[in-house]
């Protein structure tokens, strides 16, 4: 276990900026520079199962982008994030609203793995037990280590919504995601909606509003460049080599054991769907 005190240069740099800071952080596991890019996401503890699917896929797909995931180790929506950017390989942080030392037996074991590949955190002494003021107080954690919440479920008067509000006064994005109109879990979202923030379906809405993610647009569209589905057979398998690196023709037939004359013909209509560039010295590549 670190303490971390405002004056730590390892303390979380957005976390600094918000106007009450916790004097001190007793961390878990590491806080880390790319930690500044951090998206929260939080939610009901009694979802959906549409809501917990969602929460999980954009936090996985957030964190393989690089961006940190906090979230406050709750039952449901908060669970679901954590799993995802761990999913991910990322990182995510989880804020607490008691001491480090109080962790249920049922969330320890979940609270050792995120803090293997990112970090558990509390403003609280590590003895110090939770109480229903410590939950809306750690809120305000959660959204200032951010640069946007996203609500996915959540009543009017829960917890996520708080949140929000909290993100709000910090100067931070919010975000929400629809839900069926009957739900009492989607009352939360609507409402925010309503009054102004962004609805959501998929993560390029996050990534487009907040300037600083706003590179990994770039990213995603590299990505689905390299999506060959929708290709032959014949037209995979030379994409595929040329993923790797540029090829001079002869490795290319032998890579894709495709015979000379129908290696060219396959590769003519690959420079003409604008696939493929032909190199100088008999070389091609991805285009």
Known sequence: ????????????????????????????????????????????????SYGLETARKFAKELAGLGITIVSGLALGIDSAAHEGALEAGGRTIAVLGHGLNMLSYSKEKFAKKIAASGAVISEFEPDFPAD????????????????????????????????????????????????????????????????????????????????????????????????????????????ETLKREPQLIDKLSMETKLESGRLAVVLIGLEMKRRIKKLPGQYYSLA
């Not at 509000?165 to 069926?180: D, I, M, Y």
């Open 132 to 239: 229903k003021w410590t939950f809306p107080r750690r809120n305000r954690i959660i959204s200032g280590l951010s640069l946007g919440v996203i609500v996915v479920e959540g009543a009017q008067d829960s917890g996520s919504l708080i949140t929000a509000r909290l993100a709000l006064e910090q100067g931070r994005e919010v975000f929400a995601v629809p839900g069926r109109i009957d739900s009492e879990i989607a009352r939360g979202p609507h409402s925010l909606i309503k009054e102004g923030a962004k609805l959501i379906e998929k993560i390029e809405d996050v990534l487009e509003e907040i300037e600083a993610l706003k590179s990994k647009l770039r990213t995603i569209h590299f990505q689905g460049e390299l999506d060959f589905s929708n290709y032959n057979p014949e037209e995979r398998k030379i994409l």
């Open 1 to 48: 276990m670190y303490t971390y005190t405002l004056t730590d240069e390892l303390y979380p740099y957005n976390l600094k900026q918000i106007y009450d800071p916790p004097k001190v952080l007793y961390v878990d596991g590491d806080i880390r520079e790319e930690d500044k890019l951090a998206i929260a996401i939080v939610g009901t503890r009694q979802p959906s």
